[in-house]
């Protein structure tokens, strides 16, 4: 597997610095229905990042009026090549791409970062389903009211199930994928599945608790601060804390989660495969087994990287997502009759 040392400032982004800086002076004004709690992150990416995140009237067949569901949205739409829309990982929101979004986006790409249903910070008020029929359903409804081209989509952890999951069921709306440090090998949500009500809402209250998202940051990443793991959890954690976040977490639980391993073989779309080098999630031999069973599929590995590359190393991410998309629309250009 090739691996990829990053720079602290990618000379591909030639502004960079600038653009920074810009972030860090920017005043922060959250939208009102982000929780209170917001304020209290000190991340300054993290913060910016909130301000842009809006929610879209999204309409879907299991829930009699539409989901006002949250995302980002690019500044600058254009047509040049496909919009890059970003998903992200079990029970977390777009706030997963705080230093990776605005890399991507001063790198000239249409980029999108969407809350899978049941996750982030959209309206669940109304309790709607958020097994994975519906999560798949609710982001092609989505996709076919706003972003409406064929898109690069990229999945990191169990965002890669979506993806592929989403890519096999509707080709027509994903040109290409980018999977990080995959979660496509687990068979759903195994026995939790089967837990009577009482228990499972007893679990998720475990997974919003403080001590073990600390816990899970340092298993995450292979260097933090115990200051910055706080942030860092404060961050992961906003979206727990919604009236509605522990009934969709245990419907999707009882509903038995993801289980994408036989449709890899599936996938038709070019993908690329991103892997923090030291992951202590999921071991970089199931990379190679990836690579191995996806039909059109390059490999790069990330050195001295825990399991979230996009947030640990988003100068190594960004730089192989635009090279990837490069390629791909230079490839296409070549295609095209003139």
Not at 94 to 120: F, K, S
Not at 158 to 175: N, R, S, T
Not at 250 to 277: A, C, H, P
Not at 285 to 296: D, F, S, T, W
């Amino acid at each position: 597997m090739l691996a990829v040392t990053a720079s602290p400032v990618p000379k591909l982004f030639p502004t960079c610095k600038r653009r920074r800086c810009t972030i860090l002076a920017a005043d922060d004004k959250f939208p009102s229905f982000l929780p209170k709690q917001v304020e209290q992150i000190k991340d300054k990416f993290a913060r910016n990042l909130a301000t842009r995140i809006e929610r879209l009237p999204v309409n879907v067949s299991f829930s009699e009026s539409s989901i006002m569901s949250s995302c980002i949205k690019p500044l600058n739409l254009q047509n040049k090549q496909s919009p890059l829309v970003l998903l992200h990982g079990f029970d977390s929101s777009c706030l997963e791409w705080r230093y990776t979004y605005p890399l991507l986006e001063e790198a000239g790409l249409e980029t999108w970062a969407v809350d899978i249903l049941g996750w982030g910070f959209s309206d669940l008020e109304r309790r709607p389903s958020c097994n994975v029929e519906s999560k798949r359903e609710h982001f092609y409804q989505l996709w076919k009211s706003y972003i409406k081209r064929p898109m690069t989509l990229v999945g990191p952890s169990l965002g890669a199930a979506v993806a592929i999951d989403f890519a096999v069921k509707y080709p027509e709306a994903v040109e290409n994928l980018i999977l990080i440090d995959a979660s496509v090998y687990a068979e759903g949500t195994g026995n939790l599945a089967k837990l009577p009500r009482a228990a499972a809402y007893a679990g998720v209250a475990i997974l919003k608790s403080v001590p073990l998202r600390v816990y899970t940051n340092f298993l995450v990443f292979k260097v933090m601060s115990f200051s910055t793991s706080l942030d860092w959890m404060n961050i992961g954690r906003l979206h727990c804390l919604y009236p509605w976040w522990e009934d969709a977490t245990v419907n999707f639980m009882i509903s038995g989660g993801y289980n994408v391993s036989r449709q890899i073989d599936q996938v038709n779309q070019k993908t690329l495969i991103i892997w923090g080098e030291d992951d202590q999630i999921i071991s970089n031999k199931l990379a190679v087994r990836l690579h191995c069973e996806l039909p059109n599929a390059i490999i790069r590995q990330i050195p001295d990287c825990g399991h979230l590359p996009h947030v640990e190393k988003p100068d190594a991410v960004a730089r192989l997502i635009f090279e990837f998309m490069q390629e791909s629309s230079q490839k296409e250009a070549q295609v095209v009759p003139i």
